[in-house]
């Protein structure tokens, strides 16, 4: 089924012809008759879409909404009222209370089928990042908040510069998010480092339509611009041309604006959606970052460590290229714990991590790979550049004693180093991740035996 | 800019004639003479999209896509070839080569435009796929194989069914892929459970071209069939309908089908493009599943273990609603170590963790939460469930010695568990995950201290 419907009518006729076209669509069709009725098909069934007709028994369409929003499992599901009426106020009422579209009896059966698949396929983008973002959620990142109204940046691109300017005052005018107009060109060529706008309207004209719905596909196509929302104002006599529109990619779709207030509700309906989703792809990469980052110390854990210097000795290959390879030890860091409880103890792990990393080159790789052990890789490094930023290393944690909560003076620390050196080999010369660290540990252990505090450089390694 | 696109063609006035024809859509034209002259500037700019005359002074087309194909960097950029005629075997010799389209000179401007916007638009979000699944990488995941052809299923779906069958037939006897035929209802209302094809070939008459264009979209819509690519063929006599089709989200079109061989090509390039997606949205759920997962024990972490426990406890808030935090630790787990090495005590640790994961409920949660320890909460659990739980799982490890390898005995082994009920209450006396795992670990000090192998049950916790 390419998706669950739920059809909310009084009357056994009505419902009768929406199920025929509905069906006939290849949706599964849930049927409700009155509202009460549909919240509890809702609760059961988690419909897709609800498709209800504003003029029910016990509800107002607007309350039905509300009460459609109130339940968990569909407090994101499309809601789409059909009115008796065309008259915008109705309309402005039925979007105030969350609807994400309205429709007019009689339906236009290519218009409504056009708006039900947009809907559905927006509803399933969303759920696919619902899905990861819940990960991140899992994790304890705030989850997405999606209840209070926020103003956003909206882009007015239209040809006919003359009602383009009209509306734009109008907008303008209204007192939410910034407008800003634009042609064409700087629409879809957004210069690097301008600011991408949330949501695009997209005045289409009667006279040019090749052009507007070139545009369109344009939007949805290019990087900077494909994420973001389209609302498309056709004139009121291209309400053919609406259905295709949004099977282009369109978000919503107006014919003509009788109502400011309809375009501006719509428009909040979109950069609600918009931010949301911001937040959900944002999460998403938030997850992803956790996988491969120590908590305690924001630098990267062993997990990533490991496979990092792995992927470097893949790629030596030529006799002058050498890395080296580093492994730091606080020294006496039992003490610290024993002396001053764990919470100073992580506060110097903390600290001792963010001298390192202030201390390295960007393209080296800083690591915490075991309690108070931490990984160091320095790509393109001679043995003689190794040594000399292992005793900086050492220099810096020892001048830099670490504040901690509820203690007047900082408490000082000095870390030791062993070093070794990856150079490019053949069969059992070549480095393995584990030769490397094994020979790194033993270069740490004779520093820890020479009074700590100081720089080994393992003499197995060549270069 | 809409996208940065290289055109490459020795003569200058075709490069000038699509140099305006570019810009005026918006996008960055970089230009080159000769094939080398095009690997320079690639490598160096990194074009998102290649337009290449396939009559090169210093490259044949064919090769030069081959050698456009070997630069890292434009692996995947998709390469457009121009052919001087609309010989199918020239088509076919490019698309073998790894060409993502063949167009025919003169151009057809229209289409041209709607071609690239389809192969950048693809492009786009298959960039988003790769920076996630480089995460997932970058974890030591397997990179994306994308270098062997894979058969896949595909489905041809038309209306005229005498024409379907015949490609069916011909298509079937390639000895490539699975085919199915299918009617527009099975094709969009695949059943759950069934298997959804990989590729979609769509046929779209031109006495039908609406409803056509609306299984298009209902296809593009529906969530099981969304990410599955669609080759749209027209009649040779609807030409003009190309450029909509792939705006509409096609990705591929051909008008009739000369060569069946042609067919065949552009299906393998879908069914590659297909595959290397889905494994990049594999590797996305396991970058970030990798995040709350202990690497050792495959159970999870205790990043994602505390938020766990934070959330169970906001949202306790029936009297009768109690559950159970359990720490457990293994008992002389330092001897283990110490007498057998590090790997086996790695043994014993996921041979333990094992045996928990399996004698626990699906809405347990079972976390390594330090060296040794788990934490263990149970949902809904009464202080006499807990308990009974708790005694059960110190059996069954004593029961279960662990088979390390190198050793002909397994290692007989025994935890400690301290336990602590969750219970609803207000201000100060409302649980917090620091005050639970505190008196858990209280708990678990007295199951240590009472010889060990056994189970303590907090006194202070009511319920």
Redesign the interface.
């Known amino acids: 089924?390419?998706?669950k419907i739920l059809i909310v009518d009084e009357l056994a006729t009505n419902r009768i012809v929406l199920k025929v076209k509905l069906s006939s669509?290849?949706y599964d069709v849930l049927q409700a008759k009155t509202g009460a009725d549909a919240l509890r098909i809702i609760a059961a069934e988690c419909p897709?879409l609800i498709l209800a007709s504003a003029k029910l028994t016990d509800f107002e369409g607007p309350t039905f909404i509300k009460a459609v929003r109130k339940l968990e499992t569909t407090a994101k599901t499309p809601v789409v009222l059909i009115l008796p009426s065309v008259k915008a106020e109705d309309r402005i009422a039925a979007l105030s209370a969350g609807a994400d579209d309205v429709l007019c009896n009689p339906l236009d059966e290519t218009f409504l089928?056009?708006r039900l698949?947009?809907l559905?396929?927006q509803g399933?983008i969303d759920?696919d990042l619902r899905i990861?973002a819940g990960?991140?959620h899992?994790?304890?990142f705030a989850e997405v908040q999606g209840h209070f109204q926020r103003n956003g940046r909206v882009a007015l691109v239209s040809r006919k510069q003359n009602k383009a300017m009209a509306l734009f005052s109008a907008l303008s005018a209204s007192g939410q998010h910034a407008f800003v107009a634009l042609n064409?060109?700087s629409a879809?060529?957004?210069?690097?480092g301008t600011d991408v706008p949330d949501v695009f309207i997209l005045g289409i004209d009667s006279e040019d339509v090749d052009d507007g719905?070139?545009l369109l596909?344009?939007l949805?196509?290019?990087?900077r611009?494909?994420n973001c929302p389209i609302i498309a104002i056709l004139e009121p006599s291209s309400r053919s041309l609406a259905a295709t529109v949004l099977?282009?990619?369109a978000n919503d779709v107006m014919c003509g604006v009788e109502d400011l207030k309809e375009l501006l509700l719509r428009l909040s309906n979109q950069m609600h959606h918009k931010h949301m989703a911001d937040q959900m792809r944002d999460q998403?990469?938030l997850?992803?970052?956790?996988?491969?980052i120590d908590?305690l110390t924001g630098v990267h854990n062993r997990?990533?460590a490991?496979?990092?210097l792995?992927r470097l000795i893949d790629t030596l290959d030529h006799e002058t290229e050498t890395f080296a390879v580093m492994v730091a030890d606080l020294d006496h860091f039992k003490n610290i714990n024993d002396t001053y409880g764990h919470a100073a103890g992580d506060q110097v792990l903390k600290g001792v991590a963010s001298q390192l990393r202030a201390s390295l080159r960007e393209d080296d790789m800083l690591a915490r790979i075991g309690g108070e052990e931490f990984l160091i890789v320095t790509p393109n490094s001679t043995r003689a550049q190794a040594r000399q930023t292992a005793s900086r290393l050492c220099r810096i944690i020892q001048r830099t004693p670490i504040s901690v909560p509820g203690r007047m003076d900082p408490i000082g620390i000095t870390i030791s180093i062993g070093v070794t050196m990856a150079v490019p080999g053949a069969g059992c010369l070549a480095p393995t991740v584990e030769s490397l660290l094994d020979q790194a540990d033993r270069a740490l252990y004779g520093s820890k035996a020479h009074g700590r505090n100081t720089v080994t450089v393992c003499a197995l390694s060549a270069a």
């Open positions: 089924m390419s998706g669509a290849y897709d089928l056009a698949r947009s559905l396929r399933n759920k990861h990960t991140a899992a994790l304890g064409a060109e879809v060529g957004l210069a690097e719905l070139r596909a344009e949805k196509a290019a990087r611009t494909r099977d282009m990619g998403l990469q997850g992803l970052n956790a996988a491969v908590p997990r990533y490991l496979p990092f792995k």
